[in-house]
Nanobody, 121 residues
Framework: QVQLVESGGGLVQPGGSLRLSCAAS????????MGWYRQAPGKQREVVAT???????NYADSVKGRFTISRDNAKNAVFLQMASLKPEDTAVYYC???????????????WGQGTQVTVSS
């Protein structure tokens, strides 16, 4: 089995910062693309940021310049540093990873359980 475990969510005031973490565990050959997605009440899940195994990143326009995605391949982990948080950033944030399992010749997408981020005064 493969598991993604997230941490770091919480309540923060506008302008504040949070750092989300996600670590993969289980049996797998490699982790390829990883990313963070979010879903606000009444809205569809949307991509926030992605990062390739080699470290190439992409960001949604709404978070560009405020959020930073990074990864530690030795720890099978991905992080999202969020700064200058706005009320519209309030959502459940999900970690995603495309993982190559042992003896399986294609990638499988996995999701974390989600962590709540609330930006409010």
């Amino acid at each position: 089995q493969v598991q993604l475990v997230e941490s770091g969510g919480g309540l923060v005031q506008p302008g504040g910062s949070l750092r989300l973490s996600c670590a993969a565990s289980g049996s797998f050959f490699s982790i390829n693309d990883m990313g963070w997605y979010r879903q606000a009440p009444g809205k569809q899940r949307e991509v926030v940021a992605t990062i390739t195994r080699g470290g190439s990143t992409n960001y949604a326009d709404s978070v560009k310049g405020r959020f930073t995605i990074s990864r530690d391949n030795a720890k099978n982990a991905v992080f999202l540093q969020m700064a200058s948080l706005k009320p519209e950033d309030t959502a459940v944030y999900y970690c995603n990873a495309r993982i190559r399992r042992l003896a399986i010749a294609y990638d499988i997408g996995y999701w974390g359980q989600g962590t709540q981020v609330t930006v409010s005064s």
